[in-house]
């Protein structure tokens, strides 16, 4: 996606090989355009999956799930951080390791909002390491639902997030592929077709 390419470069901060700062326009401060570009452009590359649901988890993923479910006119749900205490019975969970914060979290949906008849697509801000959405895809493949794909805002290629999603046979389309970067120097490649 020309447009957000333009707005990495121009706005995005190169922490270090590794980190890229989006807080100025898509994490922190929130481009709302932006944000509904980026919808549109979801609902278009999955248009004849016959979505019922968007799923993506807190907290940065939210503004894009939601731009994404009203391009398709279509509910959103995240999947919640917070320690599942009484829940019990009555979510789906799956534990997630954050290689960024060296911790692991759960991550759970009430049962109510995610079913066998759905078809739901997974979108996130980031695509890096790949452990929050391989817990999401969990998530969906307990419920009985039917995953058709996932959509990542930024995806960084040199880590392993794709590998581990394409091996499980979920197709993946990010609007901005990022092969590496230094300050000043930010190298994108095309995503490749459904
Ligand atoms: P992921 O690939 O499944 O996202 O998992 P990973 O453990 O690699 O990422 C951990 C968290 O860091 C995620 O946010 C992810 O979106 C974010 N992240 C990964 N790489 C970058 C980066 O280069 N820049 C920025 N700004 N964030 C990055 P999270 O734990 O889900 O937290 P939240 O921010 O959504 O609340
Ligand atoms: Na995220
Ligand atoms: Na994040």
Redesign the pocket.
Known sequence: MKLLEERIRAEGRILSD?????DAFL?HQVDTMLAVEIGREFARLFAHEHITKVLT?????IQFAMATGIALNVPFVYAKKKKAVTQGDQVYAASVH????GETYQVSIVKDYLNPEDRVLIV??????????VGLADIVAESGATLVGMGCVIE?TF?E?RGLIEERGIPVQSLARIVSMSPGQVEFTAEKPL
């Open positions: 590794k980190v890229l700062k989006v994490n988890i807190e907290a940065s993923g954050s290689f960024t914060r996130d801000d980031f695509l890096a390491t790949g452990a929050a959405l960084k880590q997030g």
